[in-house]
Structures are given as C-alpha cells and as structure tokens.
C-alpha cells in the first residue's frame, strides 16, 4: 500500500452552512465565555472541516461538574449579629491626622519603636529622611493639650494620636531631633567642603607659583605689544587676564589659524616645555566649578550647627550626651582645623588675585574659570597645528614626490631624445656612405 494520505474529516465540509443545530442541557449549566466566529468567517479555516455533532460527549457527567446549582431561599426573617465596630478617637486636625500616618507607614515602625531609636539617638535606622519626617510632623502644643487632656481609653485612640502620645514624653523632642538629623548630615556635608578647600588651594598655589605660567604670560605680552605697536593698545606692561579669550579673535591672514594657533607654533618652536602647563594646572578646571564664597559661608553654617548641639548638651540626659559627645568634640575639632585652613587660603587667594591684577574681593571661581578656557583652547589648538602639521607634511611629500617623477621622466626623455638625434645621424652617416660607394654610371 502506498503512503496514506492525511486522516479524513470527522464531518463533511459545510456547504452553505446551514444553522446549527443546538444541544441542549438537562439542566441550567455555567457558560464558556468564548469569542465565536461569525458564520460568515468560517470558510477556509479549520473549523470548515470540523464536526462537532460526531463527538460523544458524557452528558451527565458534564451536568453534574458544570451544572448550576440552585440555592434555596429561606425567607425566615433571620436575626443579625453585628460585631461591634471599634470607634476610633480622633483629637486633631484631619489633615494632620493624615500626613502622621503616611509618615509612619513610610517608617514602618510601630509609635513606641520611633519613640525609643529616638531616646536611643539611633541614626543608623532613623536616616536623614527619616528624621526629617519626624521634625515635619512634631506634635504642636495645641496637639499636645489636646492628648494630654483625652481621659479615655488609650487604645481607642488612632495612629496619629498615639504617635503623639508616645512622643509627648520624650524632653525638647524638636530640638534633638534637629540635633540627630545635623548628626546624620555632618560627615556629607564636612567631606565636601574639605573638598572644595582643597580643590582651590590647589589651583592658587599653582597659579601663585608656575614659573611657566608667568613665562608664558611673557610671550603673550610682547606678541601683542608687537602686534599693537603702531596703536595707543601697543607698548604696555601688563593685560586683564580675561583678554587671554580674546587670543582667538585675532585671525592670520589665511582667515583659518589665529593668534593662539600661532602661539603654540612660537611654543612647540622655541619652548616646548611649557605647553605642559595646561596638565600642570589641571587644578583651576574643578577650582573653576567651585564658589570659595559659598563654601566659607557653608563652613559657617556647619559651625553654628555644632554650637546648638553644644547648647543642647548642657541640658540633654545622659543617653543623648552618651552619643552625641564624641560626635561633637571629633566634629568640632576637625572643623576648627579646616575653617582655620579656608581662613589661610582666603588670605592667600586675595593676594594672588591682586598679583594678577584682578580686584582681592573678585570671586574665584571667575578667576580660575578664565585659565580653565584658556589651557582648554590651548589643548583644542594644539590638536588643531598637529593636524595641520600632518596635513603640510603630506603635501610635502606629495610635492617631492610628483617633482621626483617630473626629473625622472625630464630624464628619461632625454636619454630617448639622445637616442634618438644619434639614431638618425647614425642613418644619414650610413646613406651618405652608400652614395659614395656606389658606381659611376657611364653615358
């Protein structure tokens, strides 16, 4: 027998698709919630060639699973036991109310877990955020009056009045919260301070002190009194630094390169080793970023933050002082050192901005900002001069190179030219020959 073909349909195929014929159930049953096709959807897919009706289906058991059962209603007036609903006392203002339990849903700490991390002085649990919730949502006098003066039942109270309750008895409760939160935000804010401190210092004192940076100041000057000297802007001793940005307006006669361009040329020609100075003084990029101004002030801040814990000390019982102490004398101590630094390096930074002929009360960052665009710009034209020093050099080589082929073929043409001027006198040497040796006709 050959290969069988595929299995046969279990029903003919539909022809006009006359309505289907329904089965119906014994009893009510739960429905299939199918998508079905339309009739007029059926052709040429699968289901042309299906019949259902061949399928013998277990009817009762089908009713028996899936059937819906019938609840009997029993009319008999039943008594209704309500469980007693528990009233909740409320004694602030709603919205109060609202914003304590969405911060203690956010802490997901029960009232007498906050009230004892906060006696604890705890700040690894209680973060920054944290107690800054907390100082939001201190409870007011007027909320204090309120649940000191409720009688009732403790537990009938709701979660923002028994937050309140718990908290009541924790002694200048603002106040150390203030003073855990400044603890929790100190080392943060000390490291950028320090930070910046060090930032600048390091770009004034570089400033003050590169050799190179006052020789190239030199190369500047005289390249513009020369460029100036026939003008009032020509023979004088000194520019404002910012006049360095202006290096770029001053175009060549090519309309390309400009006065910069050709200073890095002058460098790379006569001193090279000072177009290291823009790596040199990297520093005056971050320094440049930095307001010196704000960051003495935030110095400040953080002083007159350690005084009010010192103030709080001298009244606070022996847990906070248990933790909050050595915080305070390591964090004063260190902070005494740096305020003492930023005083030194203000003093400095003033006398070197007069040495620059800028005003001592300029801002710094401004300062540092005018060299960080300058060296940048002196980076972006050294990459500019190479390029064009690469650009000259094949255009060197591409000169020789088709002036070695011009001599080449120059030569090659005469040697042909040779050859050939001998070629042809040797030719006419050989016919003059011939002539002579020919014999003499005779009449």
């Known amino acids: 027998p050959g290969a069988g073909g595929p299995p046969p349909p279990l029903g003919a195929p539909k022809a006009g698709l006359p309505k289907k014929r329904k089965r119906q159930p014994g009893v009510k049953m739960k429905g299939f919630m199918w998508t079905k096709l339309a009739d007029n959807q059926i052709k040429n897919t699968i289901w042309e060639k299906t019949n259902d009706d061949a399928i013998e289906l277990d009817e009762k058991a089908l009713e028996q699973v899936f059937g819906v059962v019938e609840k009997v209603v029993d009319d008999t007036p039943k008594e209704v036991k309500q469980s007693p609903k528990h009233e909740e006392v409320s004694l602030i203002d709603p919205k109060r109310s609202n914003s304590i339990q969405i911060m203690l849903r956010g802490l997901k700490l029960s009232p007498p877990d906050v009230k004892n991390l906060v006696l604890k002085s705890d700040t690894t649990i209680l973060d920054s955020e944290k107690l800054q919730g907390l100082i939001d949502n201190v409870p007011t006098a007027e909320e204090i009056t309120a649940i000191k003066g409720y009688t009732g039942d403790p537990s009938k109270l709701a979660p923002a009045e028994k937050y309140i309750l718990q908290m009541i008895d924790i002694p200048r409760l603002e106040n150390r919260l203030k003073a855990l939160i400044f603890k929790a935000n100190f080392e943060e804010k000390f490291k950028e301070c320090e930070s910046e401190v060090r930032v600048v210092k390091e770009a004034t004192i570089g400033v003050k002190e590169n050799a190179k940076l006052i020789h190239l100041l030199e190369i500047i ?129 003033q006398s070197v901005l007069v040495y620059y002929g800028e005003k001592s009360n300029s801002e710094a960052d401004a300062f540092f900002m005018i060299f960080s665009q300058f060296f940048s710009s002196m980076e972006t034209a050294k990459v500019e001069a190479e390029k064009k020093k690469v650009e000259e050099q094949k255009l060197q080589q591409k000169a020789r190179f088709q002036e070695e082929l011009r001599k080449k073929t120059t030569d090659q043409g005469g040697k042909a030219k040779g050859h050939l001027s001998m070629t042809i006198a040797r030719m006419r040497s050989g016919r003059a020959l011939s002539r002579r040796n020919l014999p003499v006709q005779t009449q």
């Open 221 to 349: 000057l005289a390249l513009g009194n020369y460029l100036n000297g026939s003008t009032p802007r020509g023979g004088i001793y000194g520019f404002k630094l910012n006049s360095l940005l202006k290096m770029m307006d001053t175009k060549a006669n090519d309309n390309k390169s400009n006065l910069l361009h050709y200073l890095i040329s002058y460098l790379e020609l006569k001193q090279p080793d000072i177009l290291d100075l823009t790596l040199e003084l990297r520093a005056v990029h971050e320094a440049s970023k930095v307001s010196f101004t704000e960051t003495q002030k935030n110095i400040r801040a953080i002083t007159a933050g350690l005084k009010t814990i010192e103030a709080e000390l001298n009244q606070a019982d022996e847990t906070f002082k248990a933790v909050l102490q050595p915080f305070y004398d390591d964090a004063m101590k260190r902070l005494e050192t740096l305020d003492k630094e930023a005083q030194e390096l203000n003093t400095t930074l």
